[in-house]
């Protein structure tokens, strides 16, 4: 592993995301309160049920790391404001709860315990809070005089508010490795509310302090700090069509994506990613040089729900044989074959194949750079054809057609005919010096 601190960030690429909040009681949206703009005493009124009795982060963790994630970031704090920590700079939390008691710091001794890295999402927005003015997506956003509400709100408070908190956060649990603040609408206006952004976050002084609480730690690009390189970028939920950049160069990023199209653990009308989805979703991030933060959303008890749990044995399956097409890999110079996708670290170089051609795959560009090839399934050797040889330029069945051109520096691979027993099979190529 490399010295620098953050480096473990863009080599092991897979994180575990966990939405869990009061909101988990509604089991339908972390947004509801907004969604539906439901009464802020009616929305308190689950503070008196939340009990998660089978909280078991040691749980967590364990699925995480045999999914293959390195780290799991859980929402400390949703945009609804309720705190998984007994906060003492608020009284929306855990401790008005038949629970009581602080969630987060077993959660960090749990990841500690199975080797993962600490993350930590705190929401930017807090709806709770009065001194938080009405914007497009508070629950109040269409109460009378919104302006009348606003004009109580002292934003000086609500930014050392979030001051007191990410102090407490990042200074109570020891080492904190990574940070997830959401989010930033500087120029959603709705009703001729204003959005928000670096001027109400006070961006530049919050990330000030989060790095001289924690050095190491590595933090993403919702702070609306447009001038600075943020550590790390949040593509969410959509696949990106080329290698994203910034003035030209790649970045860092890490994709936030579901399992099921819920944040949150939704009780019902889910749409739960396929095996090869869930797969082709970490891969497509990797090829493109990023990572993927798998999200879950445990129950309102505190159990991983039956689908998430179907989801993580589906990346345990593959990642027990396909790790080292993952980790420490990153973008590919090389052009991926129709249908794949290229992974590489250093002299390997691993071919998804997001379908299973019949019996051979043209990679362009390869042609003898190759030593040698195996199926990363089981180990077994893949030959390919001497090269300028044509795999179908000959032969009864093509009289009379043109011939077949194949440049000189075409690989053509010889695979079996039956597709190997992985959801995606990995081709490993190892380059000639
Ligand atoms: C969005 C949503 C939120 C979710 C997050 C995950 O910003 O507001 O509910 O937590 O994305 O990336």
């Not at 020891?174 to 206006?189: E, K, N, V």
Request: some cysteine; aromatic content about 12%; charged content about 25%.
């Amino acid at each position: 592993m490399p010295s620098d601190p953050k480096a473990w960030f863009a080599h092991d690429r897979f994180g575990m995301f966990i939405h869990w909040g009061l909101y988990t009681l509604h089991a339908d949206a972390e947004w509801h309160w907004s969604y539906n703009e439901v009464d802020r005493e009616e929305y308190f009124r689950f503070l008196d049920y939340f009990d998660p009795d089978l909280y078991d982060p040691r749980q967590w963790a364990r699925m995480a790391r045999e999914a293959g994630m390195t780290h799991m970031t859980l929402t400390t704090k949703h945009h609804d404001g309720f705190c998984l920590w007994p906060s003492q700079n608020s009284e929306f939390t855990v401790a008005r709860t038949p629970h009581g008691r602080d969630l987060i710091g077993p959660f960090v001794e749990a990841c500690r315990a199975e080797g993962l890295k600490v993350g930590l999402y705190y929401s930017l927005i807090d709806w709770h809070h009065r001194d938080f003015a009405i914007d497009i997506f508070h629950p109040l956003r269409n109460i009378e005089d919104p302006e009348g509400y606003n004009a109580g709100c002292d934003v000086a408070r609500y930014q050392a508010f979030m001051k007191a908190q990410v102090r407490e956060l990042l200074e109570n649990y020891g080492r904190i490795d990574h940070l997830f603040m959401d989010f930033s609408y500087p120029d959603q206006i709705y009703r001729g509310l204003p959005g928000k952004g670096r001027d109400y976050w006070d961006s530049a002084n919050l990330i000030a302090l989060v790095r001289e609480l924690q050095p190491d730690i590595i933090v993403n690009n919702r702070l609306d700090l447009t001038d600075v390189v943020a550590d790390f970028y949040t593509p969410e939920c959509f696949i990106p069509n080329a290698r994203p950049t910034r003035n030209g160069e790649p970045v860092l990023f890490e994709a936030a994506f579901n399992t099921n199209e819920a944040w949150q653990h939704k009780r019902t009308g889910t749409q739960p990613k396929s095996p090869h989805q869930l797969l082709q979703t970490l891969i497509d991030m990797v090829a493109m040089g990023g990572n993927l933060l798998m999200n879950v959303g445990p129950t309102a008890r505190g159990e991983i729900d039956a689908e998430n749990t179907a989801a993580l044995r589906a990346y345990a399956d593959w990642f027990a044989r396909h790790e080292r097409a993952i980790r420490g890999c990153g973008y590919s110079e090389f052009e991926a074959p129709f249908g794949c996708r290229l992974t590489q670290n250093g002299k390997r170089l691993y071919i998804h194949l997001y379908s299973w051609p019949y019996k051979h795959l043209y990679v362009k560009g390869l042609g003898g750079k190759v030593a040698y090839a195996q199926l990363l399934d089981d180990g077994s050797e893949i030959i390919w054809l001497p090269p300028g040889r044509q795999v179908r330029g000959e032969g009864e069945g093509l009289r009379g057609l043109d011939p077949v051109a194949l440049p000189g520096d075409l690989l053509i691979l010889e695979l079996p005919v039956a597709k190997p027993d992985a959801v995606i099979p990995v081709i490993e190529l190892f380059l000639k010096d």
